[in-house]
């Protein structure tokens, strides 16, 4: 087991995979590079906790330095990996240098779309992906007299909360009928809608950018298609992302929205696999792709699995969170084509938790300000169970001792 593993990307994915390639007993070289020139750290709070000034920068860090070194993970930070050359297994960093490999891990994660329209280059136009673009963002926020936020998902949403703390007035603009259309149902969009009005926001749904209008380089406000301004001299773009696949596509590689993985995390080179936000893996009967820290440490730890010998097929419950509000919203599993919910606890009380059936398979939960559901929900969802939608509606059901009979 001296192999040695070259893993691009120090996020949670390609540091996981580093970290879990030890607990399961590598002994070989791990060497982690990344482009960014500072020490791995959590992006969650960025959105969260610091931007609300919680959380120092200091501790967004994954590990102390210390730690790595210990492990004998090398990382090397600011440095770019240029090309892969899979036939002398080596990759090409941006001065040149050759490093080789036995097994490469892709852990590049994903890059956020810029707005297509004009103006989206002004000054005060902001994204919030990297601890620079929030550092940019909080202190622009400082200042900020109306923000604009184009996009109303997680990214987006939980902006608005944090500008409405610091009583920054706010807008949020969204193509779609709804908040967080992609990936909540229908009771939980409408419950946040309710969260962020009450709390000041103003949310405007099927609203379409067409421009940013500008002032001397500087932006003035968000134009809709149908004619409106919305007045702003901040504004931020959160319009989802897209997976960093050009290393792979260059070098040959499989890719279409991230880089095509088998249920092992194996890329169609079996020396390379990829994890995390640039993967796209079969899950179900689907092929997809997750951005979720859940999704980027799962990853990685059956990577070293499969690295170390114990292949095993990847198939996690996904489940993901975001703070709205005081509001904690988890969700277990994925939502996507459900076709009937229902509701349990009190949506008045802020505590509840949506349950989501595809063709009568329970397929996701929502959880709100419910934790003990949320984790009840993982494992029942992992575990296949069956509940139907009139058991779950009936007077004194609790997933708890659902969760509990299918230990017992
Ligand atoms: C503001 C914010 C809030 C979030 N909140 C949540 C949340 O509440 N819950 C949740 O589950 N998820 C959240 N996410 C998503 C979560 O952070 C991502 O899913 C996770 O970070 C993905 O990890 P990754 O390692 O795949 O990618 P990343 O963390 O994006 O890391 C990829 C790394 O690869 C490096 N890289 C790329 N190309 C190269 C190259 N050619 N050479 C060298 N280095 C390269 C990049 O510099 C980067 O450091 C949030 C994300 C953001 C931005």
Redesign the pocket.
């Known amino acids: 087991m001296s192999a040695r593993v070259v893993i ?7 540091i996981s995979t580093a970290l879990e390639l030890r607990e399961a007993g590598f002994t070989g070289p791990v060497v982690v ?4 020139g500072h020490d791995p750290y959590e ?2 709070p ?2 969260k906790a610091w931007l609300a000034g919680a959380v120092s920068t200091g501790e967004l860090a994954f590990r102390a330095r210390e730690v790595y070194a210990r492990r004998r993970i090398e990382l090397r930070t600011g ?3 240029d090309a892969i050359d899979r036939g002398s297994r080596e990759v090409v960093t941006a001065d040149g240098t050759r490093l080789p490999y036995d097994h490469l891990v892709l ?4 890059r956020p779309r810029a707005l297509p329209v004009p103006g989206a280059g002004l000054a005060g136009v902001h994204r ?2 990297t601890l620079t673009d929030a550092l940019a963002l909080r202190a622009a926020l400082d200042t900020a007299r109306a923000l604009a936020i184009v996009g109303g998902g ?2 987006g949403l939980e902006v608005a909360a944090a500008a409405r703390k610091r009583g920054v007035p706010t807008t949020v603009v969204e193509a779609a009928p709804r908040l967080m259309r992609r990936v909540v149902s229908e009771p939980v969009s409408a419950f946040y809608h309710r969260l962020h009005e009450d709390a000041g926001c103003v949310v405007r749904t099927e609203a379409v950018v067409a421009e940013l209008t500008g002032e001397d380089g500087h932006v003035t406000g968000v134009r809709l298609a149908g004619g409106a301004t919305v007045p702003a001299d901040m504004v931020v773009a959160g319009i989802g992302v897209t997976p ?1 696949t050009g ?1 792979a596509g260059a070098a040959g590689l499989a890719t279409g929205d991230g880089v095509l993985v088998d249920e092992a995390l194996r890329t169609s080179d079996p020396a390379v696999f990829a ?4 993967a796209r893996f079969p899950l179900g009967d689907a092929m997809e792709r997750l ?4 999704n ?1 440490a799962d990853q990685g730890r059956a990577v070293a699995a499969a690295v170390t010998g114990d292949a095993r097929p990847y198939r996690d419950v996904p489940w ?3 703070d709205q509000h005081g509001c904690k919203l988890q969700i277990a599993g994925i939502a996507t084509g459900a076709d009937e919910w229902a509701v349990v606890g009190s949506v008045q009380e802020r505590r509840f938790t949506v349950l989501c059936w595809r063709r009568g398979a329970l397929v996701a939960g929502e959880s709100v300000n419910r934790p003990a559901d949320h984790l009840a929900l993982r494992r029942l969802i992992a575990a296949k169970a069956s509940i139907s939608p009139a058991a779950a509606r009936a007077d004194g059901f609790t997933l708890k001792d659902h969760a509990r009979a299918l230990a017992g």
Not at 33 to 36: E, H, P, T, V, Y
Not at 107 to 110: F, R, Y
Request: glycine letters at 12%; a negative charge.
């Open positions: 691009v990307g120090a996020g949670h994915a390609g590079l990344d482009q960014a992006r969650p960025l959105s440095v770019r990996v852990a590049t994660g994903a919030l992906h997680f990214i960093e290393l994890v995390g936000d640039c951005e979720s820290v859940q980027a993901f969170w975001t």
